[in-house]
Every structure is written in structure tokens, then in C-alpha cells.
């Protein structure tokens, strides 16, 4: 039997445990896009002074 204290703490918790989690993982894809876009960026560069 649980209370409704130990549940509600339960779930903020996990929330607070989880939550950074996903924010990380949300920026590690924006850093692949912008890598790609300056892959792309120094490729028109290096065709433009050739």
C-alpha cells in the first residue's frame, strides 16, 4: 500500500531525474546540425577561393 505522498514524490523524482536527460539529448542533435552547417559552410568557402 502506498500513500499518495510517496507517489507523488515518486513521479517528481523520475521527473527530475529524467528530464535533464532529455534536454541533453535534444542538444546533442542540435550540435550535429550545426556541425553538418559548418561542414557545408567550410566546403562553399574552400570552393570559393580555389
Wanted: hydrophobic share 60%; glycine share 10%.
Amino acid at each position: 500500500m502506498l500513500t499518495v505522498g510517496a507517489v507523488s514524490t515518486a513521479a517528481l523524482i523520475f521527473h527530475r531525474l529524467f528530464h535533464p536527460i532529455g534536454t541533453i539529448a535534444g542538444m546533442f542533435s542540435e550540435i550535429q546540425f550545426a556541425g553538418a552547417s559548418l561542414v557545408r559552410m567550410v566546403g562553399v568557402i574552400n570552393a570559393a577561393s580555389n
